[in-house]
């Protein structure tokens, strides 16, 4: 809301300054001189006020910034009746700051629906019945029902047999976990099996998820302030510009030279060139899918040293994939992917439906399945074109079938063993990974070249795991079975080394994300919570496309200094000549407008930006042939 009127007061003074402006004109040219002279004073006052009042809370801030030059300027030229000129300055001024205001507002949302991915009410079992309860109306021992696909509301214990949990949001564990009676259960963690009942051990404002949301909270109000690159500058052109005002009026007694100086020294350039080359970025960007919420975290962006990464959906794709079939029998693996992909399309399970995307990816005809039984978190039994099938966890399918002699071969850390059998025998294990993203190498290079010194692993999966995933890449650092709590004291520790950009997907990364001098959030599939915290979204499900975004940022920001530079170069040298009489407060405040012509031009080449993009290819089931990935045998 604050946000908002801020805006709509820039909106405002500018259309006051323009109006201003025009009508005095009209009147001027027609033979009006003093209405025009009354006109510009008024339409200047707003525009003045708003500076002072504005001077005045930076002082109180400790900050010295451009807004004193345009208040001097302005106020001079109507001391010394020069309106016109004072009018000009004002359109500009208003201008630029609400060009900026745009900048920062245009991508900008506000974080007041976080908790939008735990449901409003919970279903309490009551005196044999059913009934929908507030979310703050939970008390510790009431038995909820949890339907398949409900976020867990509270923190509980699982008060049936068993339950399915995705906890990749909370934890970054790719694959469901499956619980039993008296385990203890997440809220923000999801039921990817069937319904359960949980009894409630925690109210909702003391349970995991309500304290990661008052870790976001906290992590941004302690977030260091975005300085503006024309901040900068400003107080090193403040001191150029009051010598040289002086200098022409201790030496002339002139006051009209004063004002020349000063309103050629509106720093329209910085004040203009920045916001639009940051602008144009932000459009850029945006264009390659990388949503970047305002001005300064796109300038951040540009300067970052160090990186942050989580694991589970960043890093790695955060859906399980095919690495291997292994044949026990002789049965080819097309045959055993289809004799499992055929019957688990009678299940939600992610792991089952991983399966069933892999054989449709491989082009493979599925018959239905048929006296299909599904077992929670264990497996699948059923028919499939007569046959009787099983498939599920090692342990579930060898209960009923027997284990292969010998056991089976080692798997790398992470992977998950998925048994097949088919009329009473084992005939091959499909091996499921969540596998580095294509290019994952490539990019993190690309990165390296463009300035980031520092890349990091921050994961709340298992340190086997990540380390695992992780081979071969170069990484400076790998934090596992990290707390989001813990995300966040890695992200301030890391700031000796420079700006810090963190990326998640998780609601276990929000804080962190919220904490770092830039979040970026995979906004394509990640949580609700990451994406509001975040000041950076990927809008698609690539993470090259971070470089993309950085180097854009880099581009942007490199024009914006250019144009500062130029335009300070030129406006100097306009003071210089008002000094010396050669210039009137109009002819300064034109010549000023053709500075800010200039530099708006160059700053506008950042819309032509266009990124050094990673050859890489979308993620896709991984099938033996493919990839260089080998089908194994086992005797």
């Known amino acids: 809301m604050e946000h908002r009127s801020n805006d709509l007061l820039k909106t405002a003074i500018l259309l006051l300054a323009v109006t201003g402006l025009v009508t005095g004109l009209a009147l001027w040219f027609a033979g009006l001189g003093e209405i025009a002279n009354l006109v510009w004073f008024a339409g200047v006052t707003p525009a003045l006020a708003a500076l002072v009042v504005e001077i005045l809370r930076c002082i109180g801030r400790g900050e010295v910034g451009l807004d004193i030059v345009a208040a001097l300027s302005m106020a001079a030229a109507l001391v010394f009746g020069e309106t016109l000129a004072a009018a000009v300055v004002a359109v500009m001024y208003s201008g630029g700051t609400f060009l900026e205001s745009f900048a920062e507002g245009r991508a900008r949302r506000e974080m007041h629906d976080l908790l939008s991915r735990v449901p409003r009410t919970a279903t309490r079992h009551l005196n044999g019945g059913l009934e929908d309860l507030p979310l703050d109306a939970i008390e510790p021992g009431y038995r909820l029902l949890i339907r398949q696909g409900d976020v867990v509301p509270v923190d509980g214990t699982i008060a049936s047999d068993a339950a399915l949990l995705d906890t990749s949001a909370l934890t970054g ?37 309500a304290g990661i949301v008052r870790l976001v909270k906290e992590a941004q109000r302690s977030k260091a302030p975005m300085s503006r690159l024309a901040d900068r500058w400003s107080l090193g052109f403040l001191a150029v510009t009051v010598a040289i005002a002086f200098a022409a009026w201790w030496f002339t007694g002139d006051p009209i030279r004063t004002v ?200 709340g999966d298992r340190a086997d795991v990540a380390e695992r995933v992780t081979e071969g890449l170069g990484l400076d650092g790998v934090r596992a079975g990290l707390t989001p709590d813990q995300k966040v004291l ?75 530079v130029a335009g300070i170069g030129l406006s100097v040298l306009g003071m210089i000549a008002a000094a010396y009489g050669y210039l009137s407060p109009v002819q300064g405040a034109l010549l000023q407008e053709v500075i800010d012509l200039a530099v708006i031009l160059n700053a506008l080449r950042a819309l032509r930006v266009t990124p050094h993009e990673p050859a890489t290819t979308p993620p896709q089931a991984v099938l033996p042939g493919q990839a260089g990935i080998p089908e194994r045998a086992t005797p």
């Open 173 to 209: 564990e790719s694959f469901p976990v499956r619980l039993t009676r008296g385990n203890e259960a997440m809220s923000g963690s999801t039921n990817a099996g069937e319904a359960f009942d949980l009894t409630a051990t925690r109210v909702a404002k003391d349970s995991t998820y």
């Open 260 to 459: 020349a100086v000063l309103v050629v020294a509106t720093p329209c350039p910085l004040i203009l060139a920045v916001p639009v080359a940051l602008v144009a970025g932000l459009s850029r960007a945006a264009h390659f899918g990388v949503l970047i919420k305002g001005a300064g975290p796109l300038e951040t962006m540009a300067r970052v040293g160090t990186l942050i990464l989580d694991k589970t959906g960043t890093l790695t794709d955060g859906r399980p994939r095919i690495v291997s079939i292994n044949s026990h029998d002789g049965m080819g693996a097309d045959d055993i992917l289809r004799l499992a992909a055929a019957l688990d399309q009678a299940s939600k399970h992610p792991v089952a439906q991983a399966i069933v995307t892999a054989a449709k990816a491989r082009g493979l005809t599925l018959p239905v399945p048929s006296d299909v039984a599904e077992i929670p978190g264990e497996g699948v039994l059923g028919h499939v074109e007569g046959r009787k099938v099983i498939v599920g966890g090692d342990d579930f399918v060898a209960g009923r079938v027997g284990r292969l002699p010998g056991g089976f071969p080692d798997m790398a850390a992470g992977s998950v063993l998925v048994a097949v059998a088919a009329d009473g025998r084992m005939v091959g294990h499909l091996v499921m990974a969540d596998p580095l993203r294509e290019g994952a190498g490539a990019m993190l290079d690309a990165l390296r070249r463009k300035g980031i010194g520092r890349i990091l692993l921050a994961t």
């Open 490 to 564: 890695l992200v301030l520790s890391e700031r000796k080394h420079g700006p810090v950009m963190m990326v998640g997907d998780g609601v276990n990364d929000a804080p962190a994300l919220a904490a770092a001098d830039v979040g970026v959030a995979m906004g394509a599939r990640g949580a609700a919570a990451s994406a509001e915290a975040a000041d950076v979204v990927l809008l698609v499900d690539r993470i090259d496309r971070l470089g993309s975004g950085i180097e854009i940022a880099q581009a942007s920001r490199r024009i914006a200094v250019e144009s500062v």
